[in-house]
């Protein structure tokens, strides 16, 4: 997805979910998006909104911002599932500009010569933050590199590979937080980062590490 945009402030952020939705409901069957996956994401963006609401009451808190947080990533996630697998990678042929506007999004530059693939290994380290908190290091993106996006699950034992790895989210600068929940204390996290670039293809994967969060 377009970087400015996931960096942007919590209302530039609001607008474009709302369009991105729509774009997902009015072209789901031309794209072949599941509508499961449309239910979902319908889900996630309103109780993003319920969240983005009540942190803008002047007597939210801290609590309130952090609920905030933890829907713009759930939905953040969600779109981005969306993004990649029928607007990246296109699997029917019909994501022209006209729809990827739709969605709120620039159209391909057909023009320009196209971006390699990440061929980099991304090397990262996990320290324990605040409480629940993860802190991921890497180093800083290189040019026409949206960021890293990290896989990860939490509890179990390590996987194989970093496809089962249930959730993902994308970094873009080099020193980021993982916020976790309380009934996740004490429990394995398993990750995994990919450099992705402006095209939003993904390099090879790191090796899977782990993590006791505390």
Known sequence: MNRDVFSASEAEFLSFAGTFHEGTNAN??????????????????SAYIIAYHTAEDPNAGKIDREDRKE?????TQNMRKIKNAYLDADPLGKATPEILMDFG????????????????VVPFTL??????????????????????????????TAPATHKELTSSKLLTRPVETLVFEDTQLGQTLSIALCWENEKGRLGPPSPIQSHVIA
Request: proline fraction near 10%.
């Open 71 to 75: 829907k713009r990533e759930a939905l």
């Open 105 to 120: 999004l620039q159209p391909k530059d057909r023009i320009r010569t196209d971006v390699p693939d990440p061929t980099e």
């Open 28 to 45: 789901a069957t031309l794209l072949g998006i599941p509508a499961a996956l449309v239910s979902d994401n319908q889900e996630k963006l």
């Open 127 to 156: 320290e324990n933050g605040e409480y629940l908190h993860v802190t991921v290091k890497h180093p800083a993106r290189p040019p026409r590199y949206n960021g890293a996006v990290a896989f990860y699950k939490v509890g179990g």
